[in-house]
Structures are given as C-alpha cells and as structure tokens.
C-alpha cells in the first residue's frame, strides 16, 4: 500500500488538515493517509497540549467521515519526546511491504535541519511538501536530493491550531475552522 504519514500534536485537528488530507490523496494516489499524533512533542511545551486521549477522541470522530483515513499510534509515547527519525524507522520494520510518504506543510522545510537525526531522515525519507501557488522552492536544494522530495502547490489555508484555541479563549466563533460534527467538543475541551 502507498500510505502518507500527516504528522503532528493536532492540538486540535481542523479543516486545514483534512484539506491537506484530500489533496494528498488525489495528488498522490495514496491507498491511505495515517494520521500521526504526537504524544510528546519536542518542539512544543507538553503543558500547552490537550491530553492525548482527548486529541485522539477528536480525531476518531472526524475521521468515521473519512474511509481513506487512519489513526497511526506509533508517535503516542508521552513520557518522553517523539521523534519522526524513530517513528520512520518502525514503521519500515513492521511495514516494510508498505510505502510511506511525509506529508508536511513547506514551514518545515527550515526546521528540518533541527529535528532529531535530521540527515538520516533528509537520505532515507520521500517528503511530500505542500507550498502556497507560484512560490519558489526557496533553498529546498540544499537539504533534499530531489529523488525523495516532492513538492506540491496549493491554496494557503489559513487555519491553524492556535487561532481555534485564542478564539476559543476569547468566545470567538471557530465555525468554518473545524468540523462541525466535533465543534462542540472542541469548544469543551479548550475552554
């Protein structure tokens, strides 16, 4: 199967990544799409996150809506930081009939060099980065051999987590930001 791999804290899941989700399949012909929540994140402060138990319920309940998703549990350690070079790693080893493609939106591409054994997963990984329409690849040269990294465009969307969680805080709508099947729990969770 060719699988793509949506990693992340979802803190919370939203339209944005379902968008990312649907044209990754389309434009990949992908089997399925894991999603791969974080237990424990390592660039981000573990107190800022929901419970991953709560981050999961979010996320089984948007997914029942979409066949070609799945849950990934393989990044759920929450008792020390997770990282993709060893998530990877396992999944070749219990999958390794399978292949996997990473899905990432192109913000990453200046982290990567940051991220734990960064030159194993830039050789041994196929990176598939999502860019805003007309733009330039930005120095992606330096860190990919263009045989494991594809690049695709579309549409900026501008959703992100942590504008659900201000406007949570502040009473704000987040209609049209997430699914509507789990806004109100969102809104329960956050507040």
Same mark, same amino acid.
């Given at each position: 199967?060719k699988?793509?791999l949506l990693?992340?804290?979802?803190?919370p899941?939203?339209l944005?990544?379902l968008?990312?989700?649907?044209?990754?399949?389309?434009?990949?012909?992908?089997?399925? /799409?894991?999603?791969?929540?974080?237990?424990?994140?390592?660039?981000?402060?573990? =107190?800022?996150?929901?419970?991953?138990?709560?981050?999961v319920?979010?996320?089984?309940?948007?997914i029942?809506?979409?066949p070609?998703?799945?849950?990934? *549990?393989?990044d759920?350690?929450?008792?020390?930081?997770?990282?993709?070079?060893q998530l990877i790693?396992?999944l070749?080893?219990? *999958?390794? =009939?399978?292949?996997?493609?990473?899905?990432a939106?192109e913000?990453?591409?200046?982290?990567?060099?940051? !991220?734990? %054994?960064?030159? !194993?997963?830039?050789?041994?990984?196929?990176?598939? /980065?999502?860019?805003?329409?007309?733009?330039?690849?930005k &120095? *992606?040269?330096k860190?990919?051999?263009?045989? &494991?990294?594809?690049?695709?465009?579309?549409?900026?969307i501008?959703?992100?987590?942590? =504008? /659900?969680?201000s406007r949570?805080?502040?009473?704000r709508?987040?209609? %049209?930001?997430?699914?509507?099947t789990?806004?109100?729990?969102?809104?329960?969770?956050?507040?």
């Amino acid at each position: 199967m060719k699988i793509g791999l949506l990693g992340g804290s979802f803190n919370p899941i939203h339209l944005g990544h379902l968008t990312l989700a649907e044209k990754a399949k389309e434009k990949l012909a992908l089997d399925k /799409i894991w999603l791969v929540p974080t237990g424990n994140h390592p660039f981000k402060a573990k =107190e800022k996150l929901l419970s991953l138990e709560k981050r999961v319920k979010l996320i089984k309940s948007v997914i029942s809506d979409h066949p070609f998703l799945d849950i990934c *549990y393989l990044d759920a350690e929450e008792n020390r930081p997770n990282f993709t070079d060893q998530l990877i790693k396992k999944l070749f080893h219990l *999958y390794p =009939e399978n292949e996997f493609l990473f899905l990432a939106g192109e913000d990453i591409v200046a982290e990567l060099p940051k !991220w734990h %054994n960064s030159k !194993w997963l830039i050789k041994n990984v196929d990176f598939v /980065i999502f860019t805003r329409p007309n733009n330039q690849e930005k &120095n *992606y040269d330096k860190f990919f051999d263009k045989d &494991n990294f594809c690049i695709i465009q579309m549409q900026p969307i501008a959703i992100s987590s942590t =504008e /659900i969680r201000s406007r949570i805080k502040e009473n704000r709508s987040i209609e %049209n930001l997430v699914p509507k099947t789990i806004q109100k729990l969102i809104v329960s969770y956050y507040k």
